[in-house]
Antibody, heavy 115, light 112 residues
Framework: EVHLVESGGGLVQPGGSLRLSCAASGFTFSTYEMNWVRQAAGKGLEWVSYIFSGTNTINYADSVKGRFTISRDNAKNSLFLQMNSLRAEDTAVYYC????????WGQGTLVTVSS | DIVMTQTPLSSPVTLGQPASISCRSSQSLVHSDGNTYLSWLQQRPGQPPRLLIYKISDRFSGVPDRFSGSGAGTDFTLKISRVEAEDVGIYYCMQATQFPRTFGQGTKLEIK
């Protein structure tokens, strides 16, 4: 069974940094593209970033470009999102999502940016 | 960026009756590989989103057959043949044809 478990969320001050992790299991992680998607409280879904299975193709939403970095460790079945220069508008639940088909979602981890 | 527009934004439905949600994209979702990467997601209250339909009309594993998708090009529809209580939630269309991936605003399905 596919499992995606996010961690690393929390409260951080504006301008601060946070690193999210996603532990994957139940499938061959190294063969799947992965995404981060976020959702502010009471709002819709916003795609954040994408990484190809081999890390050679990466994409970001304009809203996070230059501040967020996606990466993966296929040996450890893990996906990461390094978030720097955080802003209040980055406050959201962040989901780890499998594949270009967005077929499996984690439960999410809450990031709160506030002073 | 491709803009995804859903209608209606709210849909009160009687149990056992059909429901329909429309999604229109600002440009064609046909990929250069010939596929159309239009999906429908369901988000029940307090839960993460769940994939229902991908590539316009393919039902994902475990999704009841009362859910169906149709459409082509820029106009797409999700239909629920007979709404059940567990179908309450917010439905999103999304496109994965082009970066950035984009979602519709969401349609809230509620029981009358």
């Amino acid at each position: 069974e596919v499992h995606l478990v996010e961690s690393g969320g929390g409260l951080v001050q504006p301008g601060g940094s946070l690193r999210l992790s996603c532990a994957a299991s139940g499938f061959t992680f190294s063969t799947y593209e992965m995404n981060w998607v976020r959702q502010a409280a009471g709002k819709g879904l916003e795609w954040v970033s994408y990484i190809f299975s081999g890390t050679n193709t990466i994409n970001y939403a304009d809203s996070v470009k230059g501040r967020f970095t996606i990466s993966r460790d296929n040996a450890k079945n893990s996906l990461f999102l390094q978030m720097n220069s955080l802003r209040a508008e980055d406050t959201a639940v962040y989901y780890c999502v499998r594949g270009s088909g967005f077929d499996y979602w984690g439960q999410g981890t809450l990031v709160t940016v506030s002073s | 960026d491709i803009v995804m527009t859903q209608t209606p934004l709210s849909s009160p439905v009687t149990l056992g009756q059909p429901a329909s949600i429309s999604c229109r994209s600002s440009q064609s979702l046909v990929h250069s590989d010939g596929n159309t990467y239009l999906s429908w997601l369901q988000q029940r209250p307090g839960q993460p989103p769940r994939l229902l339909i991908y590539k316009i009309s393919d039902r994902f594993s475990g999704v009841p057959d009362r859910f169906s998708g149709s459409g082509a090009g820029t106009d797409f529809t999700l239909k629920i043949s007979r709404v059940e209580a567990e179908d309450v939630g917010i439905y999103y269309c999304m496109q994965a044809t082009q970066f950035p991936r984009t979602f519709g605003q969401g349609t809230k399905l509620e029981i009358k």
